[in-house]
């Protein structure tokens, strides 16, 4: 099964719009964080926003947040006041695990944002 | 801070050859993970490396390794090239190996295999 899923391939949105892009997830674990990263077309992986499991208030950072429902097992970005800049791939990734337990993501299959002027 | 650096940046190699790629961490990070990005298969998890000692290897075969020196410069090698190797690699550093330590991506090593 899936461990990431993201069910927007593609998206479109207006300049200076909000959107919303989804990311759910499958874990039996109790601690488990919770990542977005956008990669342009360059190919770099930029890191946007980190969600912890055990978090209570909900992840932000500038303009993006992260809408976290925990018992939905969902963990969506939202981009408030989308820019030109903001037209990229935008992946969903999850950490398992407690302590040192290792460094692996787990990614989604990515959703390509298209903002419009 | 400098970022995570990869070199080289594109590189082209035929069929059989060989290739080592090298990761350089932000100052200060002590954990290097490397990924595989393609078009079919999206990210996936190549191995870990954490104070020179491998802890996490994903599910690919013998021909990928890695290792880590003392200074936390990281280096992969893939041995006898196929063509599906041809791929973004993407190198990612983080202080620790923490499950809340967020991972730094550099810009990553673009592979053609001919």
């Known amino acids: 099964a899936q461990k990431i899923t993201q069910t927007q391939p593609g998206m479109f949105v207006q300049e200076k719009e909000a959107v919303t892009l989804d990311c759910t997830y499958d874990t039996s674990d109790q601690s488990y964080g919770l990542f977005w990263y956008k990669q342009p077309s360059s190919g770099e992986m930029i890191f946007l926003i980190y969600?912890?499991?055990?978090?209570?208030q909900n992840a932000t950072e500038g303009r993006y947040s992260l809408n976290f429902q925990k018992a939905r097992k969902s963990a969506n970005l939202v981009i408030s006041a989308s820019q030109l800049g903001d037209s990229a791939m935008y992946f969903c990734a999850m950490r398992e695990g407690q302590g040192n337990a290792g460094n692996m993501l787990t990614f989604g299959g990515g959703t390509r944002l298209m903002v419009k002027p | 801070k400098a970022g995570v650096t990869q070199t080289p940046r594109y590189l082209i190699k035929t069929r059989g050859q060989q290739v080592t790629l090298s990761c350089s961490p932000i100052?200060?990070?002590?954990?290097v993970s490397w990924y595989q990005q393609t078009p079919g298969q999206g990210l996936q998890f190549l191995f870990e490396?954490?104070?020179?000692?491998?802890?996490n290897k994903g599910n690919f075969p013998g021909r990928f390794s890695g290792r880590q020196f003392s200074n936390s410069r990281s280096e992969m090698n893939v041995s006898t090239l196929e063509l599906g190797d041809s791929a973004l690699y993407l190198c990612?550093?983080?202080?620790?190996?923490?499950?809340?330590?967020?991972?730094?991506f550099g810009p990553g090593t673009r592979l053609l295999v001919l």
């Open positions: 490396y954490f104070s020179e000692t491998q802890r």
């Open positions: 100052s200060g990070h002590r954990s």
């Open positions: 990612a550093s983080s202080q620790s190996a923490g499950a809340m330590e967020t991972q730094y």
């Open positions: 969600q912890g499991s055990y978090d209570e």
